[in-house]
């Protein structure tokens, strides 16, 4: 096997942001993981499709491991694959989770909607697997060119695809903290700040591809910070069940899901990197 070269950095800034995005990838992969491990679990794997899950974002937490230490300035046609893979499970267990609340008695009501399989869940295997594509394609850019994608900047492509991702998985995060009533006031804070993000990365994908957006990036960092947290807050609640941690086997699975919040962090790292695209490579 070829040993990886390992140039400098600032030799290959596609590579780096490359990078960045692959990072990205495998923080929502991560969250993936052990989200659906655990709420699948809880729904006692009654249908073999649930281990799909799992099984895809182990290979897309690998996958994107595998791109963030790969230094080479060309797409890796096994990854590229693995990536396409990784959405199209994110697509179908959309639809899987949709379909599952629809067929309940009362169809779509908000007794379905909180109580089914969450429909947005599913959405945070398929931005990793649209990360980790974009990521390939940004890689696969000719030294001293611009990445494009479908003949875009890659890094307005990038900013839109993490717009709408911060306003998907915050939507998601307002449902069950609704379901929840908001009964402690940090239940706000996934409503509030990722959509902030989300607009801003709307502004950048737009907007002067030239301008530095600091506040954009302390945002975004804010947001990363956000999701650690949230993971924090949802330990917490599940100490404060009844029998704590001495009863964590229905606690974790029945209370708030630890391993979900780091998807802002995730879609955060991906805008983080969407805008260093646009810093190295601004359009005229």
Request: charged share 15%; net charge positive.
């Given at each position: 096997?070829?040993?990886?070269?390992?140039?400098?950095?600032?030799?290959?800034?596609?590579?780096?942001?490359?990078?960045?995005?692959?990072?990205?990838?495998?923080?929502?992969?991560?969250?993936?993981?052990?989200?659906?491990?655990?709420?699948?679990?809880?729904?006692?794997?009654?249908?073999?499709?649930?281990?799909?899950?799992?099984?895809?974002s182990?290979?897309?937490l690998?996958?994107?491991?595998?791109?963030?230490?790969?230094?080479?300035?060309?797409?890796?046609?096994?990854?590229?694959?693995?990536?396409?893979?990784?959405?199209?499970?994110?697509?179908?267990?959309?639809?899987?989770?949709?379909?599952?609340?629809?067929?309940?008695?009362?169809?779509?009501?908000?007794?379905?909607?909180?109580?089914?399989?969450?429909?947005?869940?599913?959405?945070?295997?398929?931005?990793?697997?649209?990360?980790?594509?974009?990521?390939?394609?940004?890689?696969?850019?000719?030294?001293?060119?611009?990445?494009?994608?479908?003949?875009?900047?890659?890094?307005?492509?990038?900013?839109?695809?993490t717009?709408?991702?911060?306003?998907?998985?915050?939507?998601?995060?307002g449902?069950?903290?609704?379901?929840?009533?908001?009964?402690?006031?940090?239940?706000?804070?996934?409503?509030?700040?990722?959509?902030?993000?989300?607009?801003?990365?709307?502004?950048?994908?737009?907007?002067?591809?030239?301008?530095e957006?600091?506040?954009?990036?302390?945002?975004?960092?804010?947001?990363?910070?956000?999701?650690?947290?949230?993971?924090?807050?949802?330990?917490?609640?599940?100490?404060?069940?009844?029998?704590?941690?001495?009863?964590?086997?229905?606690?974790?699975?029945?209370?708030?899901?630890?391993?979900?919040?780091?998807?802002?962090?995730?879609?955060?790292?991906?805008?983080?990197?969407?805008?260093a695209?646009?810093?190295?490579?601004?359009?005229?």
């Amino acid at each position: 096997m070829p040993r990886i070269s390992r140039a400098a950095p600032e030799t290959q800034p596609a590579v780096q942001a490359a990078k960045r995005l692959n990072r990205g990838s495998a923080m929502l992969a991560a969250s993936v993981l052990a989200d659906s491990a655990m709420e699948h679990y809880r729904g006692g794997f009654y249908n073999p499709a649930m281990v799909t899950p799992i099984l895809t974002s182990i290979a897309a937490l690998s996958t994107s491991l595998h791109g963030h230490n790969d230094d080479r300035q060309r797409r890796h046609r096994q990854r590229d694959r693995l990536f396409g893979l990784t959405a199209a499970t994110g697509i179908a267990g959309i639809g899987f989770h949709l379909y599952n609340t629809l067929k309940k008695p009362g169809g779509l009501s908000w007794q379905n909607l909180f109580y089914s399989g969450p429909i947005g869940a599913p959405a945070a295997i398929l931005l990793s697997g649209l990360f980790g594509l974009l990521a390939e394609r940004v890689r696969d850019t000719p030294p001293g060119e611009t990445p494009r994608i479908f003949g875009l900047n890659a890094g307005r492509v990038t900013s839109l695809v993490t717009s709408v991702g911060l306003f998907a998985t915050s939507g998601e995060a307002g449902l069950l903290h609704f379901r929840g009533a908001f009964q402690n006031p940090a239940m706000f804070l996934p409503v509030t700040l990722p959509p902030v993000a989300g607009a801003l990365m709307g502004k950048a994908t737009f907007g002067n591809s030239r301008k530095e957006r600091r506040f954009t990036r302390f945002w975004l960092r804010l947001t990363a910070l956000l999701g650690i947290a949230g993971s924090g807050f949802h330990i917490y609640g599940v100490s404060r069940a009844m029998g704590g941690w001495h009863n964590w086997r229905q606690n974790m699975v029945d209370g708030p899901p630890i391993p979900a919040p780091p998807s802002f962090t995730g879609l955060a790292m991906a805008g983080l990197a969407a805008l260093a695209l646009l810093r190295a490579h601004p359009e005229d």
